[in-house]
């Protein structure tokens, strides 16, 4: 790759648009006087590189590189760098897709105070881009070792063995590794700094903290063992204490209930007795009424018995009959069935007979119409023959119709020579345009394959698109639909979270099954059990206070099932109280019946059906068969009143048995014991409210749940036709593109034309052969017609009588025909209308019935209910008189208990009296043991209250005490030995509770974490140091050895260009200290194989020599394709600049060279000569192509000439003839 032009316009003193170029291949030289804008072609060549210091291209902004900073009217910089790349070149750099572009082109754009702009073949491109480009090809301007200036050469004289020995580095490669060398030796001494910074921390922090944290966590420990020693023989001295007093309050319990017990029974036994005498005393004059009044009422039951038995006869009569009636409907209904089926049968074979009947007078109507035809056109020939000869009748017509006929005739015949020549032009084209056809071969039959295969597929998705029908109305509405019900669905899911997580908070227990246990055996809370009638909700929160904690209780269902679930969840540590409710096992109270509630509102002043008194158990819904028992349980006992004086009067009456607990619908609570409460009641939570519309959120999620999968049954299949006719449709603009894309290249393309061409002919041949056809039998039958008219005329002219005999015949004959089918025609319609009124009298019989079966059925159905009806009302009928029987048989029943009641009454009264005067006698004595118990029971019990008082864990330890193998065992461990221990253990811990450190172990074990982590973090430092050590050895090997094949390289490249640009001396590199190339390498320089022992012995020019050797061998081993070299030559006289570009041609042979310079014997062996000019204080470039003269006979070439002529022009411009005005950089 190589600079093929570079194209300049309003860089530096290029104001205007400069071509310079075309550049040769390898050696281009620009001259110039000074100022004319030689150095600033060089400058945008490192402009376009992208170069970021600007002393480099001499400017200290931006802006300075436009011309006259943009005062001259010249706003922007445009530089345009044309490369010349060759495809074919093996081991291109470039990258991919450039190394395969024959032309490269990078510009470069700035604008005064505006942006900075790239652009790679005419496209914007960033900086990195650019860079990494020619980064490819060894042209990094940041680091630009392609570039050579006078400064370089200067400074490479004056460097240090070092400092030569670091540009070998750099020229290996190894430069690169010294700097991550030496940042790995730093990162290596860190983490040494490091490691000894954690062996500091470890000897003088880490051990001696663990080592004092360890000796105080032993003394916690003693400390914490003894604190626990002491509350367990606490505890142990505080449960002998409450056992005693438990053990003597259960006997004194145990004695006094006895006693009470012994007492209640006594005096139940009094009650009864009274009871008794009572009740017997009334039970004889009882029976002696009820035996005096026996005899009425079974007079009256044996009456009512032979009225309901009367009626039972009559309602069986009636069952009877409707049957009978039934049966006689049943077989009407089969008959009428078997008449449809007859009816129906034969109505279809009239109807199939009709459809021939019809098809044979249609027929028969056709051929009237046909003869009548006929009849008029034979009339109208006769009646034209009978006018007055063939000229005057219907020969003139016939002669004008032959004339029509024959023009017509010869009109298709010239049609039919027309589209014979046009055909054989079509297909002569047609046969030109397929052997250009041919010519192109598969492409066109190719391009005919695609358009018809697109076509085909368009075709088919056209077809399943319109096979994907969805009816857009149905699907938005199913839509919206669906929309609505998630929405409510999600509304109802909310406000059914919200109420479970209330009820959750504070009223709902969650209560975990013991393994083995059936579900069945929990019900669950009472507030789950129960519900609250929709027309009471207002009665929630006074439900909630009357009840209170009762609607909290979890149902279970008996003892055992209660202690296995107390047991699995543990409540009795809970922090919550817990009760439990067996059903089996639970006593009922008080329950408040239909009566008491009747007498209670009469109490108020109400009516019985009035409901500002309701029982609780009125306003709730529960399962009677299951849940009947808790209802009662929680409910049976209370009332709600709608004023506090109602349910005050109702609590607080005299009558006990009527007094039951009352609640207001405001919240007042009344008491039979005489507690009220009321007031406020803001913060009491509706428990029943809360549940009852939890369960109502919950089942209408449910449904609406239930009406989303009805609606996503019928929208899921629409939703997938949608799909896929979306699909379709992407498919079939794709499929269209595509077509339209295939036409419209065969439009475009040559084969593409000629085929439309040919297809154009084709139709053009098909039309024109199909007229033709169609022009050959409109001929035909135009020429038979000639000849017909021809005939006729003929006949007319010479047959006049047989013609018109001939006429008068046929119109004979077609009129008996048309006579004789008239006739038929008219016998065929009367036929049809008597079939057609048969047809219809079938019809509306066939109705008539299916109308009378339909009636039947119906009347049948009504009879069959009847049926059932009566069958009710004798089952009815026949229990009433069984109640009857069974009334006569108590009555006769009654009246002989009631005789054998009057003596039994009698005896009973007198036992009664005895019995009750013994149990008064034995209550006096049981009442003076049970005071005795009172008084110990009281002091036993206020011993017990302290203890749990003060000690709350006694509930849950209780069931241990005294137990063998327990921690209470008082029978293994004496309470007194226990005491004394208790005693000097509190001592003990006083005096240590003021010196342990209780947070040791955590500290401990906090430190010795960090100690695991400081000893890993240590190994890994060590293992990381090593590594990078033996890394570090690894590369000072490998890079000893690169810079020594590259030293001799280098050497070898430095010895040849040296030679041929100062003949008969030598030069080398050579090492400071023979045996170690890292003390550097110096230049040495021989005249005749007589080394200099010092540079200093040199010329300027010798040593300006020297160092451009070592440049230049240095680039030798990193080739460039472009080298940059600016007045090299400054220091060097003539013949070394001869010399100089005589060793580019011959050790540079593949790489361009862009050299400045003001010596003829530097731009003598240049390939092209760019000669720069100042005019009006604007520089021009002008190009001399020294390599494409030819030799002359006297070996001279064209660039002497070239030479001469620059050194003449130099003349001039030193004489003053030219222009010699300075020109800003």
Known sequence: MYIEAIVLEGFKSYSNRVYVGPLHPQFNAVTGLNGTGKSNILDSICFVLGITNHALVRATKLDDLVYKQGQAGVTKATVTLKFRNDPHQQNNPLPFPYREMPEITITRQIVIGGRDRYLLNSRNAQLKEVRDFFHCCQMNINSPHFMIQQGKITKVINMKPKEVLGLIEEVSGTRMYELKRGNAVKLMQKKEQKLQEISVV?????????????????????????????????????????????????????????????????????????????????????????????????????????????????????????????????????DLKKEEQKLAKKLAEKRASRLSETSHAEAAEEEVKRVKEALENAEKKLEGLSTGGAEAGGGASLREKLKQAKTKAAQLEAEEEDLKTELKHVDEELRQVRAKLNKSGESAAQMTTQRDAAAARVAALEKQLAAEAVDEEKLASLREEMKLCRREIDAAKHEAQESQHELNSWSKIAVRLPRGMHPHKLHGQVFELVELKNDYLDFAKALQLLVGGKLEYVVVEDKDASKAIFKENNFASSRRRVTLLPIQDCQVGKICDTATLFQNRRLVGLSQDDPRVLRCLDVIDFDANRHEKVALYTFGGSLICATAEMAEKITYQPNKRQAFPTVTVEGDVFQTGGVMAGGGSGHVKETLLLWKNFKRCSQMSQELEERARQIDFYLQPMEQTVQRRTQVTRELRLAQNELHNIEQLMATSSAGSEMARAQQLEERRRDCTKRKEEVEAEKGKVLAEVQQLEADVYELEHNRDKLEASLKKEVKVLRQ?????????????????????????????????????????????????????????????????????????????????SDKKLGELTGKLKKLQKNKDHLLLTLKKHQHLMNDREKNIGAARQEMEALQRANDWLHAEERKFNQPGSAYDFRQLRPETARQRLQALQVEVQRLQKSVNSAAATLLEKTEKDLLALVERKTQVENDKAKIEAVISELDIKKRQSLETTWLQVNENFTGIFEQLLPNAQAKLAQVNPRDLMDGLEMRIAFNKRWKESLAELSGGQRSLLALSLILALLKVKPAPVYILDEVDAALDLSHTQNIGSMIKTQFPTSQFIIVSLKEGMFSHADVLFRTRLIDGVSNVERHALAERPQRRDGTSASDDAAGSARKKFRKHARGEDSGEDVPN
């Open 202 to 334: 470890l000897r003088e922090e880490i051990e001696p903290t663990i080592e004092r944290l360890r000796k105080e966590k032993q003394e916690y420990f003693n400390f914490v063992s003894m604190k626990e020693e002491m509350q367990r023989f606490q505890r142990f001295d505080v449960a002998y204490r409450f056992y005693s007093a438990k053990q003597l309050l259960q006997q004194g319990t145990s004695d006094f209930d006895e006693l009470t017990q012994k007492k209640a029974e006594i005096e139940a036994q009094i009650a009864e007795c009274d009871r008794e005498t009572a009740a017997a005393q009334k039970q004889l004059e009882d029976v002696d009424t009820e035996r005096e009044k026996l005899d009425g009422p079974l007079q009256r039951v044996r009456q009512k018995k032979e009225e309901v038995e009367k009626l039972l006869a009559k309602r069986h009569s009636e069952e009877k009959t409707a049957r009978r009636d039934l049966k006689l409907f049943s077989d009407a209904l089969e």
């Open 817 to 897: 025909r048309l006579k004789s089918l008239e006739a038929s025609v008219n016998t065929l319609q009367k036929e049809i209308g008597s079939f057609r009124q048969e047809l219809m009298t079938l019809e509306k019989d066939l109705q008539s019935v299916q109308e009378d079966i339909e009636k039947r059925t119906q009347g049948l159905a009504d009879l069959q209910k009847a049926i059932e009806e009566k069958s009710k009302l004798v089952a009815e009928q026949k229990a009433k008189v069984e109640d009857v029987r069974k009334e006569i048989e108590l009555c006769l029943s009654e009246a002989a208990q």
